[in-house]
């Protein structure tokens, strides 16, 4: 399974972004899916998850009410539309695909994720 993230950039703040990320040799449709961040100087984060189908979805509190996470299973493809950015929204964003039990919906731990992948910055500023 490989995984490109793509759509990242430089915005000033209040602006939007929206990331990509495809996905290739696997079953899409299986798999849960997340995107996740590395801001600078600071520990890998959560930022949402979206169930097989995209009718759940969650979001780290940091983010929720600006961001959304989308997918599109004919595509093969993961989304995430970024609004109303801050500077601290800066970071590497990773998308990431996880294969959890039938009746585990959305996944939150990095470490439940089998699949990751290359990242793509996102600089705001102020």
């Known amino acids: 399974v490989q995984l490109q993230a793509s759509g990242g950039g430089s915005v000033q703040a209040g602006g939007s972004l929206s990331l990509s990320c495809a996905v290739s040799?696997?079953?899409?449709?299986?798999?849960?899916m997340g995107w996740f961040r590395h801001p600078p100087g600071k520990a890998r984060e959560f930022v949402a998850s979206?169930?097989?189908?995209?009718?759940?979805?969650k979001y780290a509190d940091s983010v929720k009410g600006r961001f959304t996470i989308s997918r599109d299973n004919a595509k093969s493809m993961l989304y995430l539309q970024m609004n109303s950015l801050k500077p601290e929204d800066t970071a590497v964003y990773y998308c990431a695909g996880a294969v959890p039990p039938w009746t585990v919906e959305v996944v939150v731990n990095p470490q439940e994720y089998t699949y990751w992948g290359r990242g793509t910055q996102v600089t705001v500023s102020s």
């Open positions: 040799k696997g079953t899409f449709a299986r798999y849960v």
């Open positions: 979206i169930n097989w189908s995209g009718g759940i979805t």
